[in-house]
Structure formats: C-alpha cells, structure tokens
C-alpha cells in the first residue's frame, strides 16, 4: 500500500532554523515555497493564528506550549509573541531565474552590498514589501543570511519578498545593465539629490555597508550616484531610513 503522506525532503545540513513571532510565523506558514517542520503555540496565540491561517491542512507536528518552554526552545528569546515554527531555509534562485520574474516594464530592485545587520537588513525586506519592490539581491561575502533575527525585523516580508544572493557584484551589475536596468548608489555626500533625478521605467538602488557605506568598486559601475537631502546639523541616515525614503520616491516617480 502507498504510503498517503508526502515525506519531507532531507533537510540540508545546519539549514533549518527557529521562526518566531505572529506576522514573521504566517508569512512562512503562508509561503508554499517554504519547508515547515514543527509549529508550537500557546492557547492564546493558537486563539489569533487561527483568524488567519487554518493550521489543520499542515500534517506536520503543531504542540500546545507555555511561554516559558518556548522561550527554552529559542534559547532564551523572549519576544516570541507565544508562538514558533521551525522550518527550512528558503532555496535562493540565481541571478537570471530571479530577473526572469521581476516585472519587465516597470521594475525596482534593491542591492544590498555587504550588510551585516540583521535589523537592518529585515527593516529594508519590509520596506522592499511596503512599496512594492520586485526584490532584493544580497552579497554573499560579509553579508547577514537568513537567520531567526532576520526573519523576525523583516515581519513577514522574508517569505513574500523574492531574493537572490551574488557573489560576484561586478557581474551581477553587468548582467543588470544588459537587462534594460540603471543604477543608483547611494551616498549621503553624493552631488547630485534624489529630487534632481528623472527615473526610468526599470532600476536598481545600490546601498552600502552601515560602517563603511558604498565600496569603490561598486560607487564605480553605478550610472549615477545620488544623495537625500537632510539637515546639515545631521551627518547620516540609518540605512534602513535611507532604503525606506529611497524606496518611497523612486516608486512614486515611476508609476
């Protein structure tokens, strides 16, 4: 007799992973693409989980648990709103299968170029959702991977957001170019404003490191680069500030 179950696909060494949280738990849950294991909740969680997502169509295992003892499962972590999931990495398309989905009249894309911050960078995949950005390309080299802390400031937007990693950005920009993209560094000591800027149907925002900001090399591929215009008695933007302002006038520019 066949056995009625779908078995699950080995897991990939270290690559499953704690999610918690509400919104960052129902956007995996939600995710087709994402591979769940174990799903644990407290009564009253169970209580809001069940208004968005019916947990009887999963067959893997769900527990009833106190607070205390997922906050032991997480090691400690204590910001998990009752609630966590258990689950595999996401499979990262390449360079050319991600393009292959964005859309090819009117695209935004944002690269990010050696990001470490796990806040940071899950601030900018919310943003990325917030106006509709086709996706994120991340370095591979000094750069955050997918992570519980990621997961939990990017709220749901890691499972709703594509995203690729690169290794090479030089020809990753290339391959951008040839695709009928422009691209825009950002530099807060740049020459010319996001306001003076007449943007084209498709584009790609560079942002750098939050130490060191937009490496030589990349400043030097970029077709222009450009700065927002704050207060003098302010010497620099939070990153993520940076993506969100970036993300929210270049998208109204271009509709």
Known sequence: MKNRYKKLPKKRQNSDYWIYGHHAVVGALTNEKRIKYELNFTIEAEKKLIHEVDIKQFTFVKR?????EIENLLGGISNHQGICLRVERLN?????EFLAHCNKNRSII?????????QNVGAIFRSALA???DGVILTHDNSVSENSFLTKAASSSLDKVPFTKIKNISSCIKFLKESGYW?????????KSIKEV???????IILGSESKGLRKITSSLCDEIIRIDINNELESLNVSNTAA???YSISNSIL
């Open 64 to 68: 009833k648990k106190t607070r205390e």
């Open 245 to 247: 302002i970036t993300f």
């Open 110 to 118: 944002v690269l990010l170029d050696q990001l470490e911050d796990s």
């Open 198 to 204: 007449k943007f084209p149907k498709k584009v790609v």
């Open 131 to 133: 106006f509709k950005l």
């Open 92 to 96: 990262i398309p390449e360079l050319k």
């Open 183 to 191: 691209i825009y560094g950002l530099e807060m000591k740049a020459g």
